[in-house]
Nanobody, 124 residues
Framework: QVQLAESGGGLVQAGGSLRLSCAAS????????MGWFRQAPGKEREFVST????????YYVDSVKGRFTISRDNAKNTVYLQMDSLKPEDTAVYYC?????????????????WGQGTQVTVSS
């Protein structure tokens, strides 16, 4: 089992920045690809970004490319999502997830473990 706990969400004005953290405990974090997803009110959960277990391979949804950066620190069992130039449409609950068997995916069904989420609200 892997337990994931997100933090760093909050209220920010458009154009501002936030850094989300996802701390993992349990089994070996460094073996897992990690992903960030988000869910806005009334919408389905959507893929935001993923990072391979080595940290070398990263993917982003088009809407956040150039604004968000995913990274990980395997020594601290933590994955991060640096969010810059935030827009009101980035408002959502953000979830981190762990993929035990793959190299990172944009499909939520491929992630075995999920955190509880952290709210990000961007005001205009």
């Amino acid at each position: 089992q892997v337990q994931l706990a997100e933090s760093g969400g909050g209220l920010v004005q458009a154009g501002g920045s936030l850094r989300l953290s996802c701390a993992a405990s349990g089994r070996t974090f460094s073996n897992y690809a990690m992903g960030w997803f988000r869910q806005a009110p009334g919408k389905e959960r959507e893929f935001v970004s993923t990072i391979s277990w080595t940290g070398r391979v990263k993917y982003y949804v088009d809407s956040v490319k150039g604004r968000f950066t995913i990274s990980r620190d395997n020594a601290k069992n933590t994955v991060y999502l640096q969010m810059d130039s935030l827009k009101p449409e980035d408002t959502a609950v953000y979830y981190c997830a762990a993929d035990a068997y793959g190299s990172g995916s944009r499909y939520s069904a491929e992630y075995e473990y999920w955190g509880q989420g952290t709210q990000v609200t961007v005001s205009s």
